[in-house]
């Protein structure tokens, strides 16, 4: 087997795509929640190259509390990138590490603004472990790779929607992407940083992942507590111990043997986003970033358990996709 090479795999923020490509997709996720907590976005920019070689580049944009979304379309020569760092421009817009600025005029919305992040946290990168991906991200053929740019970060700046201005200043804000070629067939995504303690935030995805012919279900989950991110990962030895689904509510506690991380999602108001199958954006999915989830950390000891924390976390995204009838609960 090939491992993927290059300098970009140690910098997953960085676009990982190349010139002419076929069945392949990248998108950044930026959400940004004001101080009020009554205004929350996700802006999603990216590339899609579907398998006959047709080509563009996209920025949706999703308000939370409306359950509304716009998807903006560009040609692909308008898209724009740096190989050293994240940096990347589509048209008049142009997004990287330290923010992003929007300059979107069209018949359906007229979005404007500007907005500075810093004191970003990202998924700890190592040299055999390269971001949330662990050793998965060397491998050539994954047909998703994830990765967490920043888990919780403050924010500065505002943005006009149609002519309406809203002041993100002292805000909080996410980060994360994903590219390759599809999205899994099944997968439970789940993530908020807004806890009644600041500083806490908590990613988890579980998916169905293809493997030389086979399949088997995988999870990355980061959980930042007290400025450090404890994983509970499928390469790191973790494992589920409680996975059900109901129609309003997921529930997923995963455990290593240290610790245990029992995460209670809620549903809200959805709308369909645009998803990649073969490189194309043609795929839909079901996503919501006004959820609840309640989190429960617990360090495990041979005689005794004791819980480092326990609390709500609001403005929470939670996507729930594909044949999710195939995942296997767990009791």
Same mark, same amino acid.
């Given at each position: 087997?090939?491992?993927?090479?290059?300098?970009?795999? &140690? =910098?997953?923020?960085?676009?990982?795509?190349?010139?002419?490509?076929?069945?392949?997709? @990248?998108?950044?996720?930026?959400?940004?929640?004001?101080?009020?907590? !009554? !205004?929350?976005?996700?802006?999603?920019?990216?590339?899609?190259?579907?398998?006959?070689? !047709? *080509?563009?580049?996209?920025?949706?944009?999703?308000?939370?509390?409306?359950?509304?979304?716009?998807?903006?379309?560009?040609?692909?020569? $308008?898209?724009?990138?740096?190989?050293?760092?994240?940096?990347?421009?589509?048209?008049?817009?142009?997004?990287?590490?330290?923010?992003?600025?929007?300059?979107?005029? !069209?018949?359906?919305?007229?979005?404007?603004?500007?907005?500075?992040?810093?004191?970003?946290?990202? &998924?700890?990168?190592?040299?055999?472990?390269?971001?949330?991906?662990?050793?998965? /991200?060397?491998?050539?053929?994954? @047909?998703?790779?994830?990765?967490?740019?920043?888990?919780?970060?403050?924010?500065?700046?505002?943005?006009?929607?149609? $002519?309406?201005?809203?002041?993100?200043? $002292?805000?909080?804000?996410?980060?994360?992407?994903?590219?390759? =070629?599809?999205?899994?067939?099944?997968?439970? &995504?789940?993530? %908020?940083?807004?806890? $009644?303690?600041?500083?806490? %935030?908590?990613?988890?995805?579980?998916?169905?992942?293809? &493997? #030389?012919?086979?399949?088997?279900?995988?999870?990355?989950?980061?959980?930042?507590?007290?400025?450090?991110?404890?994983?509970? *990962?499928?390469?790191?030895?973790?494992?589920?111990?409680? #996975?059900?689904? *109901?129609?309003? #509510?997921?529930?997923?506690?995963?455990?290593?043997?240290?610790?245990?991380?029992?995460?209670?999602? /809620?549903?809200?108001?959805?709308?369909?986003?645009?998803?990649?199958?073969?490189?194309?954006?043609?795929?839909?999915?079901? @996503?919501?970033?006004?959820?609840?989830?309640?989190?429960?950390?617990?360090?495990?000891?041979?005689?005794?358990?004791?819980?480092?924390?326990?609390?709500?976390?609001?403005?929470?995204?939670?996507?729930?996709?594909?044949?999710?009838?195939?995942?296997?609960?767990?009791?």
């Amino acid at each position: 087997m090939q491992f993927r090479k290059g300098k970009r795999i &140690w =910098k997953p923020e960085v676009y990982q795509g190349k010139g002419d490509m076929k069945r392949y997709f @990248e998108g950044w996720y930026f959400k940004i929640v004001d101080k009020s907590e !009554n !205004n929350v976005y996700a802006i999603i920019p990216g590339v899609s190259f579907d398998k006959e070689g !047709n *080509t563009h580049a996209f920025i949706m944009f999703f308000d939370g509390i409306k359950a509304s979304m716009n998807y903006f379309r560009f040609d692909i020569s $308008e898209f724009h990138y740096s190989k050293k760092r994240f940096q990347v421009r589509i048209g008049k817009n142009s997004f990287h590490q330290n923010g992003f600025e929007l300059n979107i005029d !069209n018949d359906d919305q007229k979005i404007s603004g500007k907005i500075s992040i810093k004191n970003l946290k990202p &998924w700890p990168v190592k040299f055999l472990s390269p971001g949330a991906m662990g050793g998965y /991200a060397f491998v050539p053929f994954m @047909e998703c790779y994830h990765a967490v740019i920043g888990f919780d970060h403050p924010l500065d700046g505002k943005i006009s929607i149609n $002519e309406k201005e809203i002041d993100f200043t $002292e805000g909080r804000g996410y980060i994360e992407k994903d590219y390759g =070629k599809s999205f899994p067939s099944y997968y439970i &995504w789940m993530q %908020s940083n807004h806890f $009644e303690t600041e500083g806490i %935030s908590v990613m988890a995805s579980v998916a169905k992942i293809p &493997w #030389l012919g086979s399949s088997f279900d995988g999870f990355v989950v980061g959980f930042l507590f007290n400025g450090k991110v404890y994983r509970f *990962t499928t390469y790191t030895g973790a494992k589920i111990t409680k #996975l059900q689904l *109901t129609d309003n #509510l997921v529930t997923v506690h995963f455990q290593d043997k240290k610790y245990r991380l029992e995460l209670e999602a /809620a549903k809200s108001a959805s709308v369909d986003l645009h998803s990649p199958i073969e490189g194309s954006m043609t795929g839909r999915i079901i @996503e919501c970033i006004t959820a609840k989830i309640h989190a429960k950390f617990v360090k495990i000891s041979k005689n005794k358990e004791e819980i480092l924390f326990d609390g709500n976390g609001r403005n929470a995204g939670l996507d729930i996709g594909g044949k999710i009838e195939e995942l296997k609960e767990v009791s």
